[in-house]
Nanobody, 113 residues
Framework: QVHLVESGGGLVQPGGSLRLSCAAS????????MAWFRQAPGKQRELVAG???????NYADSGKGRFTISRDNAKKTVYLQMRDLKPEDTAVYYC???????WGQGTQVTVSS
């Protein structure tokens, strides 16, 4: 089963930007959907953005216009570019691939002044 490792999280001020990366241990060419989810303390995990093998994307309303998901199959990596970050974006961000369903361990994003 593919292993996913997220990176790029950290502490950023409101209005700042971060780029998250999700590196896969093997080819993601056949992974129909790669996605980013997030989970804030006390809240359920929620979809942030997804991208299919054809490059079709979808975004949660909270990130539309601010977040961009992309995938580089050659590098076996999926990215989430986030800009104009807000305190409410603070959460652990998880990479997901599937099928079959696979989760990464997550990377913390904290937006605070």
């Amino acid at each position: 089963q593919v292993h996913l490792v997220e990176s790029g999280g950290g502490l950023v001020q409101p209005g700042g930007s971060l780029r998250l990366s999700c590196a896969a241990s093997e080819s993601i060419d056949s992974m129909y959907l790669m996605a980013w989810f997030r989970q804030a303390p006390g809240k359920q995990r929620e979809l942030v953005a997804g991208i299919t093998t054809s490059g079709a994307t979808n975004y949660a309303d909270s990130g539309k216009g601010r977040f961009t998901i992309s995938r580089d199959n050659a590098k076996k990596t999926v990215y989430l570019q986030m800009r104009d970050l807000k305190p409410e974006d603070t959460a652990v961000y998880y990479c997901h691939a599937g099928p079959p369903s696979t989760w990464g361990q997550g990377t913390q994003v904290t937006v605070s002044s």
